[in-house]
């Protein structure tokens, strides 16, 4: 386990509090960060998802797993029930069915798309009405307190969680041809090659692997 990491689960409380207690200027950057990241999973998952056919979507690998469409079904109830007045009410809503997430309702792609960017929207429109000083107050989720960074910071291990099943999924349905959704394969060289010929630089990583 790399050495912050370790940190992170051995000293959790200490480790957000230390984040709380710097300067607003690194608070700002860690909210641009995370905002970065959640779109960064958000761009990976839709590339995935715009190569496999509207049938598969649909497709479960076997009849307890999960298809695409239930991922985004899922994802979508969550991000609405988080982060829906996400600094003044509980991120469990009383209106959320969870358990209906998880069952193959959907039959139409572009419906669900569609609750999958209202889903987006919820998360992205909360995201950017907070301030550093949010950081530190507290939410609740399933009558837990976390603060604001913890509630994010949940969000954005369990997010990716999901999109790597969506990534999954769709790579198995789609076969060949794919479209690499990073470095593609036998190019980490050339890619390497070229971060390292212009020097230092700053930038978000997820910019250049767009």
């Known amino acids: 386990m790399c050495s912050i990491v370790h940190y992170v689960v051995n000293n959790h409380n200490s480790f957000f509090q230390k984040l709380l207690d710097m300067d607003t200027d690194i608070q700002q950057n860690v909210l641009t960060c995370y905002r970065n ?43 609405l029930s988080r982060f829906t007045d996400f600094l003044t009410s509980d991120g469990e809503k009383p209106w959320r069915d969870r358990d209906a997430e998880f069952e193959p309702l959907a039959t ?8 999958w960017n209202k889903g987006w929207t919820c998360v992205f429109d909360a ?63 050339a890619f390497n090659q070229e971060k390292f010929a212009r020097g230092a630089h700053g930038g978000h990583f997820t910019d250049e692997l767009k």
């Open 108 to 115: 139409d792609k572009t419906a669900l798309l569609e609750s």
């Open 37 to 79: 990241l959640f779109q960064y999973y958000r761009e990976l998952a839709e590339k995935a998802m715009a190569q496999i056919a509207d049938d598969d979507f649909f497709q479960q690998p076997t009849p307890e797993s999960n298809s695409v469409a239930i991922v985004v079904q899922h994802l979508s109830g969550n991000m």
């Open 127 to 189: 995201i950017d009405a907070l301030t550093p000083e949010d950081l530190g107050k507290i939410v609740y989720i399933r009558n837990q307190g976390h603060t604001v960074l913890e509630a994010l910071s949940r969000q954005l291990a369990h997010y990716p969680y999901h999109v790597g099943q969506i990534v999954l999924l769709g790579r198995m349905l789609k076969g060949v041809p794919w479209s690499s959704l990073s470095i593609p394969r036998g190019n980490s060289g």
